[in-house]
């Protein structure tokens, strides 16, 4: 009872804070911004839909093929396809509720390639290490070829409050640490947990790191992985790019934008149920540092969000359906 509390709760809140975001990217805006989004849509390059779809479902099937390749140092080597269903499974879930598709694309490959769950929850949790790293490389990089973007982020999403100085940024730290900590607490409170449990989980989590920082070491295709990484986010930075060619007033902008964008965009998906109202928030709000209207950054947020979304829905879907048809033919083949 209590972990269905505990879930409900997460769900809850933060689909109450997409939905908050959203009311706040729409609640100022002007009639000119309303004409401004009006005008850009009715002009949009929608033909632009198919290719930014094909590099999508591109980079999910390469990002199925990277998990194939941590999971193989294990013992096991699934289908290309059931990975690949078992990943747009997960993304699919987790339209519905953050991180429940880690869970769900695990137990997935589990039922169809007699894998054990554990092990697969390690592959994962090393798959997020990886692609954190992957974005704070990518950060970087957008670091480096835009030299007044820290100071820009700094001053468009932190403005200082007059006679605030630098100290403001601190003030905001200090808060977000402030509410993870309440938050932890209501959860213990919740689940009637004690800090032992909490530690215990933290040294459950460290053993599935540990073991996917093992599957690494054994990794036979080093290069290979490495290829796939550097792959799957250089499809991210275009999906982004073929959403800015969508929209005349956004098409010149490039490759240090889209970078920028998609940093956003990342941590965006990370912090509401498939990114609703925070993907478009934080887009907008980015787009603001290259000096892009709030009305058209709303719309290039929303049109960016819809395009991955789509893809999810109807791939996923359709992994729904063809999970268990292709592992029907493949017994009655065997």
Known sequence: ???KITTLSQYAFFLGLGVFLIWWSLKDLTTEDR????????????????????????SHWLRALRWRLIIQPLGY????????????????????????????????????EKIPLDKLVGTVILERLVDTVSLLAVFLLALAIQPDLYQNILTTF???????GSGNLLFYIGLALL???????????????????????????????WQGFISIRALKKRWAFVFLSISIWVLYAASVYIGFLMLEETMHYGLKEALTVLCAGTLAMAA???????YAFLVQKTMTIYQLSTGLGLALGWLLWLLQVVVVL??????????????????KLS
């Open 77 to 112: 080597s699934p289908t290309r396809i059931n990975t690949f269903f078992a990943v747009m499974i997960g993304y699919l879930a987790n339209q519905a509720v953050p991180r429940l598709g880690e869970v769900l694309r695990c137990s997935t490959l589990t039922r169809y």
């Open 179 to 209: 509410v993870v900590m309440v938050l932890t607490f209501l959860w213990m409170l919740i689940t009637k947990r004690k800090f032992s449990d909490l530690m215990a989980i933290f040294r459950k989590i460290s053993l599935h790191i």
């Open 158 to 164: 932190f403005p200082a409050k007059e006679g605030a």
């Open 272 to 278: 509401t149920p498939g990114g609703i109202g925070a």
């Open 35 to 58: 004409l401004q989004i009006t005008h850009a849509l009715e002009k949009g390059r929608y033909w632009l839909i198919i290719p930014g779809i094909l590099i999508n479902v591109l």
């Open 1 to 3: 009872m209590a972990k």
């Open 314 to 331: 109807a791939v996923g879907g359709l992994s729904l359906v063809g999970l268990p048809l292709y592992n029907k033919n493949r017994q």
